[in-house]
């Protein structure tokens, strides 16, 4: 019998699940031995974790999937510690906030977590706590291309567009196009556009905007990726939005300029 269960082989289960997908989503599990801690040896655990969790995207059913995994997993403790640590990097590479805590909220504090575990991921779940819409954007002050310092919280505007990118991100080259079409669009309102780089090299980032110029405020932190700014505006990668209201609230934390525009009511 193959390790993944197929719905052709189960007939007392057709008339439970309508396609292979539904089935797959509930059984997928069922030939391994979680008990076993020798699965930690192999590559077997890690490659299952990953496709269950990829028939949760595809479903949409994420927590379902993810409740399934974590429950069997929780046969052994060292295995339950892996899988857990496996499922919260998944959904972070996602930057799936909404499944992250979740996660952290219903299975971070439970016995078999180990304690470095819940010091890790316990620290990242206080910080996504504290950026979600209706709390206030973290404090950033950074230097501005002129050596200027600048505090977000002091920019007068309706609306802040916040914009975490690096000089040698593709997916923020591609979007600056998009970025100064809404910068555009929006000139007419009480809109301010930041662009934060997490550059470490100046020159580089100096050169990047001569070569795509951005008429909005640049700042750039040259601690980069270890630097309070990608800490607790919990940057993990690049391009990284939200939308600040007056207040310096956190509105949003568009996925795309597409859904920038929306916030803007664009």
Same mark, same amino acid.
């Given at each position: 019998?193959?390790?993944?269960? +197929? ?21 997928? #599990? ?13 590559? #077997? ?7 269950? =969790? ?14 399934? #995994?974590?429950? +069997? ?36 504090? /439970? ?10 991921? /316990?620290?990242?779940?206080?910080? =996504? @706590? ?9 404090? #950033?002050?950074? @230097? ?43 000139? /007419? @309102? ?18 990047? =905007? ?20 990608? +800490? +607790? ?21 568009? @996925? ?7 916030? =803007?009511?664009?």
């Amino acid at each position: 019998m193959s390790i993944v269960p +197929r719905l052709a082989d189960h007939p007392e289960y057709h008339i439970h699940y309508a396609n292979e997908q539904s089935f797959l989503q509930e059984h997928f #599990l069922d030939n391994i031995d979680f008990s076993c801690e020798w699965l930690l040896s192999t590559p #077997l655990l890690a490659e299952r974790t990953e496709q269950l =969790l990829m028939i949760g995207e595809a479903s949409g059913n994420r927590e379902r999937v993810t409740e399934i #995994l974590l429950s +069997r997993a929780m046969e052994n403790d060292a295995i339950f510690r892996y899988t857990l640590d496996q499922v919260l990097a998944f959904y972070e590479s996602r930057q799936n906030e909404e499944m992250m805590l979740w996660i952290t909220e219903h299975y971070l504090d /439970g016995e078999c977590a180990s304690v470095e575990l819940q010091l890790e991921w /316990g620290e990242k779940q206080e910080i =996504l @706590k504290h950026l979600q819409p209706g709390k206030p954007a973290p404090a #950033l002050i950074l @230097k501005e291309q002129n050596g200027e310092t600048i505090d977000l919280h002091a920019i007068q505007a309706d609306r802040v567009v916040l914009y975490f990118w690096t000089s040698w991100c593709v997916h923020c080259h591609t979007a600056i196009e998009s970025l100064q079409r809404l910068y555009q669009a929006a000139s /007419g @309102k009480d809109v301010e556009f930041v662009s934060v780089s997490l550059d470490e090299n100046e020159d580089e980032w100096r050169s990047a =905007l001569d070569e795509n110029p951005m008429p909005w405020i640049h700042l750039r932190d040259p601690e980069s990726w270890g630097s309070d700014s990608a +800490r +607790r505006f919990y940057v993990t990668a690049t391009p990284r939005y939200f939308v600040l209201g007056a207040d310096k609230t956190i509105v949003a934390k568009p @996925k795309s300029p597409e859904e920038i525009a929306y916030y =803007l009511g664009l």
